[in-house]
Nanobody
Framework: QVQLVESGGDLVQPGGSLRLSCAASGSIFRIYAMNWYRQAPGKQRELVAGITSGGSTNYGDSVKGRFTVSRDNAKNTVYLQMNSLKPEDTAVYYC???????????????WGQGTQVTVSL
């Protein structure tokens, strides 16, 4: 099994910055892409950013130029640096990855519990 634990969510004023972290732990054999999703009240969960094990990144249109995703493969950790935050960035942010556990022959999809980001005066 693989566990994902997010941290870094907070209340921040518009224009401010936050850095989210997500650490994977457990009986990990290999971690593939690591992604950040978010879900605002009454809205569907949407992809914010993703990064492959080789470092290739992709972003949702609404965060391009403001958010940066990175990862530390040695620590099995993915980060999301969020700058120029807007009220519409308010949501629960979830970490997601596909990972192969020790003893399994195929990878599974895992989710973290989420961390709240609120952008408000």
């Amino acid at each position: 099994q693989v566990q994902l634990v997010e941290s870094g969510g907070d209340l921040v004023q518009p224009g401010g910055s936050l850095r989210l972290s997500c650490a994977a732990s457990g009986s990990i054999f290999r971690i593939y892409a690591m992604n950040w999703y978010r879900q605002a009240p009454g809205k569907q969960r949407e992809l914010v950013a993703g990064i492959t094990s080789g470092g290739s990144t992709n972003y949702g249109d609404s965060v391009k130029g403001r958010f940066t995703v990175s990862r530390d493969n040695a620590k099995n950790t993915v980060y999301l640096q969020m700058n120029s935050l807007k009220p519409e960035d308010t949501a629960v942010y979830y970490c997601n990855t596909k990972a192969l556990s020790v003893g399994r022959s195929y990878p599974l999809n895992y989710w973290g519990q989420g961390t709240q980001v609120t952008v408000s005066l």
